[in-house]
DNA sequence: GTAAAAACATGAAATTTATCATATTTTTGT
DNA sequence: ACAAAAATATGATAAATTTCATGTTTTTAC
């Protein structure tokens, strides 16, 4: 199902004004372009596989997509989301671990590959580059501890009000609010580390308390303040 | 509390070649050398406060330290620990965000402090120092993450084991098979996130189960196998 | 050295959350 | 379009964990 499609330039893909590439020089640019690979893929389709190795990164052309860990007892854990202008896998690559864990697509998607010779080369050669990404690595560690703290100490339903924000934060609401990704309520509770009852059962709470309103899997945010309060957000 | 000591020359610093520092050049280590302040820590002082702003790194020169945030209850997390050879408030100086968190020593403890514009400086000029960076970064970002799923996944018997191990991991066992640091019923329910009831009642079930034994604050690995079991890891 | 404070310990009750059972609705594959 | 599968929904029950109460031990401060 993965097919080859007409690879997009790096010179005039959109994507790279919102990413981590957005500062680099032309020459570079075209380096990448060059070197790189592109390929789509299906909504649902596994991009890479936690355990294995990487040798490259993917830059998120367009689509939206899911990393995640399988727990002990095979369930999965949602770490964190990217959207296009994103990359993923470079905590592997410049670790030099096996990927720590697997990547979906939540949509149909368009991911370039950038072998890990040419990351190493613009990350040597580029220092503003390179200062990017040690500032993005840090600043993922900073939410990283925030969700640390946050599953081992808010309750369920603090956590499901959290996590609606935290998606609106990061795939924004359409001009009637709803947030810009579909999820399964299993995802939810993958997010939070739940019971998929209880997100089903917390969302119809959430929709009487007119906090957000639900049609299938589009959740709409009807009272953002009230969904902080319900999430005990003070900062 | 905090007096000055007499400073401790990073040419002749046992902790450099256990540290993210051990491969730079000599030069580098004396201009380092030159510009570092050296505090003493009492135990239970803490190092840097959530929130506030920092403007270089720690280098932990002798020590224990828990790294932690306050949660909306008030609650302390441990998010992680360093020890002699370790830096912390890295995070902050690169994401140039506030501190996400906290630094206190578990007990007698020295510290360098290394000024943000040296930092940058040796990782401009070092190109293997900043890749050193990039690694730890990464590396770390894998461990949060499977910290996130352990606390999303795993019931708190489970999570109690799992840290007992992380806890020889860290800092290592005597010769008498005791973790090589003290905490508190109430600092080890701060990493997994439980109530500090059930962490006493926990350790007393892994006590009569012949998996550890108790003196006060010093826990002695009896069996590690069976612990390796009751955390259910499997990698 | 002693009083006060903090930490540790344990039982009982309450609460939160998960699990199981079972419908109903929606989506998918042919 | 239709059957099968998957996802959503809801109630009842069970399990895990917290909270509260209370007592004991250990540590700390003067």
Known sequence: MKKKIETPHCETCGSRHKSVF????????????????????DRGQVIFHEGNRINGIYCI???????FQIGSEGKEQIIRFA???????????????????SAATLEEATLCFIPKS????????????NLKMLKML?????????????????PVRERLA??????????????????????????????IGTATESVIRLLSEFKKDKLIDI?????????????????????
């Open 61 to 67: 052309n367009s689509g939206k997509v899911k990393i």
């Open 22 to 41: 957005c500062g680099i020089a032309s020459s570079e640019v075209k380096e990448i372009d060059a070197i790189k690979g592109c390929n789509f893929f």
């Open 162 to 191: 959290e996590s609606l924000l935290l998606l609106k934060d990061t795939f924004e609401l359409d001009e009637e609010k709803n947030i810009q990704v579909k999820l399964s309520r299993e995802e939810l509770a993958n997010i």
């Open 83 to 101: 959207k296009e202008g994103d990359i993923i896998g470079y905590r592997a690559l410049l670790s030099e671990e096996p990927l720590s864990a």
């Open 215 to 235: 049609n299938g899997r589009t959740i709409k945010l009807v009272n953002i303040q009230g969904l902080v309060r319900v999430a005990n957000i003070f900062d």
């Open 118 to 129: 040419q990351v190493l080369k613009v990350i040597q050669e580029n220092p503003a580059f």
């Open 138 to 154: 840090s600043h993922e560690l900073g939410e990283a501890a925030r969700v640390i703290t946050d599953l081992a100490q808010k």
